[in-house]
């Protein structure tokens, strides 16, 4: 354990202690169950493996420099794991439960969690999947709902630097009216094709656009898409976009900065004229966008001339961070504390 360089993590998995589960079975859900094992077994026939019933979310828990240890939100992961299930007809998990085996698995793995000044958190991922034999298609008999927990430093290793996305019009990660407001694997599977492509080209991420009309903003591959104009945070809407929670808290915080918010359709013309732009999620918080390249219409967009983030993307960062570590008044009970 002593051999974790905690500065030098990278986003990715490292086994830890234990995991916690819980089961689906005959109409009602189960105790919380403890496993220290990293294998799950399931029958070859689970709905999961063929349909796609399959859903998941992703939270952090940051130490501060109290020592005590906050996850962000949980509340919300939850609310929106509930959605997901109702999309693609799941049991829906009482929030209560979910909130209960993040507490639990946290305080199991409490010695994972890395240390205030490291960069680094430990990411919290719930998992939902449809189990029982099945060859109809149609929604599985039982469920499993299981929390993991990894360490991980930060999404960039360069640190809180502009980087470069592109449009590619060939492409969508979900239809209309599909599953692209819930967090299901499809829609990440559906981004991998594009995401590879724009990674050799050398971006950091795709932008999708509505993948009906290719006129409107949709959202990045990972994660939601906003723009700063004057005294505005743009963020599009549209029913194919994820409900980022870290969007969701932008944006509060953004109003209260004084800034107008506004979520509605973004028609794709409007990115000439964003001052900032940026991704968001839980993974990064902030992504800010250096450069939009439309690849098909050989045409770019310069946001950040000099390299450097936006002077709104710095303070929104700054101030969400804050909060998530402690070091910044929490007003709206965003955080739970694992005592």
Same mark, same amino acid.
């Given at each position: 354990?002593? +051999? ?27 105790? &919380?169950?403890?496993?220290? +094992? ?14 796609g ?7 952090k ?5 109290? *020592? ?15 959605s ?23 305080? &199991? ?11 680094? %958190? ?9 189990? *029982? ?17 990894? /360490?991980?430093? /930060? ?26 407001? !819930?967090?299901?694997g499809?829609?990440y %599977? %559906?981004?991998?094709? %594009? ?15 509505? /993948? ?9 591959g ?7 104009? *004057? ?10 976009i ?7 808290? &932008?944006?509060? &915080?953004?109003?209260?900065m ?27 918080? !902030?992504?800010?966008? +250096? ?46 504390? !694992?005592?």
């Amino acid at each position: 354990m002593e +051999s974790i360089n905690w500065s030098d993590l990278s986003f990715g998995y490292m086994k830890t202690d234990y995991n916690v589960r819980c089961y689906y079975r005959d109409g009602k859900w189960g105790e &919380l169950e403890v496993s220290s +094992s990293e294998i799950i077994n399931i029958h070859m026939a689970a709905t999961c493996l063929h349909y796609g019933q399959e859903s998941f979310e992703g939270l952090k828990a940051f130490k501060g420099k109290d *020592g005590k240890i906050r996850v962000f939100r949980m509340d919300e992961n939850a609310k929106r794991m509930q959605s997901s299930s109702r999309g693609i007809k799941m049991a829906e998990l009482p929030v209560e439960k979910f909130e209960e085996a993040i507490r639990k698995v946290v305080k &199991l793995n409490e010695r994972f969690v890395p240390p205030y000044e490291s960069g680094a %958190a430990l990411y919290i991922r719930p998992l939902m999947i449809g189990l *029982g034999a099945q060859v109809g298609v149609k929604p599985a008999p039982e469920y499993m709902f299981m929390v993991f927990v990894t /360490p991980v430093g /930060p999404y960039f290793k360069g640190g809180f630097k502009p980087s470069k996305v592109c449009i590619m019009r060939d492409y969508d990660r979900a239809a209309p009216h599909g599953t692209g407001t !819930i967090k299901v694997g499809g829609n990440y %599977a %559906a981004s991998l094709v %594009a995401g590879e492509k724009a990674k050799e080209l050398g971006y950091a991420a795709v932008l999708y656009l509505d /993948p009906k009309e290719k006129k409107y903003l949709d959202e990045c591959g990972p994660a939601n898409f906003f723009g700063i104009r *004057g005294n505005s945070y743009i963020t599009p809407q549209s029913n194919s976009i994820l409900p980022s929670i870290t969007n969701k808290s &932008l944006q509060q &915080l953004a109003e209260d900065m004084g800034l107008k918010v506004e979520r509605r359709p973004v028609p794709f013309d409007e990115i000439a004229t964003f001052e900032e732009a940026a991704e968001c999620g839980t993974a990064a918080v !902030i992504a800010p966008i +250096s450069q939009i390249d439309d690849i098909d219409m050989n045409k770019s967009y310069i946001i950040s001339k000099d390299g450097k983030p936006g002077p709104v993307c710095e303070k929104l960062y700054n101030k969400l961070r804050g909060i998530q570590y402690g070091d910044e008044p929490d007003t709206y009970n965003w955080v739970t504390t !694992i005592e």
